[in-house]
């Protein structure tokens, strides 16, 4: 399948409980939709399609860190982890790993710590969702450097 044309994928609702491995060999896939699932972890091969730019896994079962591995997908334009059970801290690269990057959902996790303090000016972030976690400390000043920027909710934190 490693010369598949698939480009975009839609499996939400599949009562999946892992992420089917034929996805790994899918060269092409640009869109990647796996919502509304029983996911309970991301496999480490998730990091290595560079060619998506849109990846929607929320309303899973999440658990742990988000990698910073996922840093590795410059051409993400969309992510969405929202309405998971993910903890630890929001990765520092999230804010600055991608020009093409404009929504970062996080929302309905148990991530803790800071929020990151990297917003690179010349980014593309228009929205950011953090609410509905366990985040705490100052908001970032760099989030003057977004022009772009038009929604950013950090509601229902510490």
Not at 3 to 29: H, K, Q
Not at 98 to 117: C, F, H, V
Request: proline letters at 4%; charged letters at 15%; aromatic letters at 6%.
């Amino acid at each position: 399948m490693t010369d598949s044309r698939i480009r975009v994928l839609g499996l939400g609702s599949c009562n999946f409980v892992e992420i089917p491995t034929f996805i790994r060999d899918l060269s092409n896939l640009v869109l990647l939709t796996l919502s509304d699932n029983n996911v309970t972890s991301l496999p480490n091969w998730l990091w290595r399609k560079t060619s998506l730019q849109i990846l929607d896994i929320s309303h899973n079962s999440l658990t742990g860190e988000i990698s910073p591995t996922i840093c590795n997908l410059k051409s993400l334009g969309h992510l969405d982890l929202s309405f998971n059970n993910l903890s630890g801290n929001v990765p520092s690269c999230l804010g600055n790993f991608s020009q093409s990057l404009d929504t970062l959902m996080l929302k309905g996790n148990k991530l803790s710590g800071i929020i990151p303090q990297t917003y690179l000016i010349g980014n593309s972030l228009k929205m950011i969702d953090l609410s509905n976690n366990n985040l705490q400390g100052q908001l970032p000043r760099a989030l003057v450097n977004n022009r772009r920027l038009e929604y950013f909710d950090v509601s229902h934190n510490s």
